[in-house]
């Protein structure tokens, strides 16, 4: 979108959210010199309440409700999964922190509020846009190696080989997911800060803890 400078609300929203952006990738916005750092590394390390962590609650979470699985085994991976999550939170993010203040800050200013989201959510896609497009040229040529028609003369290693295509395949749409950034990220990262800290608040009044 293009904000107009000169209009004093903007042009604060539009500062506050290049800082924010500065911040998370450690370089200028600005200057476009953000390409030199890969988006998936940010997204690891700006919002890990939603890496692999959050991965293993989620499957461990869809095994307990499977009848032929034991409910304390996934009870327990679950657990272990939100205990790494807790321990994420004792060292914040520079970008959860900047996330938390900024909701502080317009909490009663819910006009201004909504513009540095509004530049926030621009500036994200603009950062995937920047990114993608060589994981994408990545996906469609295993794509085309995976799903190519076999030839009936083939020998193993050759099928063994388009296994690997498939393989390739998997971990290029990984890849591509990873460094995918948007407004819903954040969301879920601050969801995410919620249930960690509801889980500790939990454990601790388990064991008759002050919180």
Partial sequence: IHIDTQEPQLSKCQKIADNIIQEMMK??????????KPLAAVKESMLPLQGDCWSEWAEAKRESHKQNKPIEESESKMATARQTQCASLQTPSSLLISILNLC?????????????WNILRNDFNH??????????????KWHKLSYSPEDKTKDNNESTNQEDCKSMLLSAAKDIAKSSLG?????????????ADLY??????KYNLNR
């Fill in 183 to 195: 407004i819903e990220h954040i969301f879920r990262e601050l969801g995410q800060v919620f249930e």
């Fill in 200 to 205: 500790l608040f939990n454990e601790k009044q």
């Fill in 127 to 140: 950062l995937s846009k920047l990114h993608l497009p060589p994981l994408y040229e990545e996906y469609k």
């Fill in 27 to 36: 370089s200028n916005y600005k200057e476009k010199k953000i390409k030199s």
């Fill in 104 to 116: 502080r800050e317009f909490a009663d200013a819910k006009g201004e509020f909504y513009d540095v």
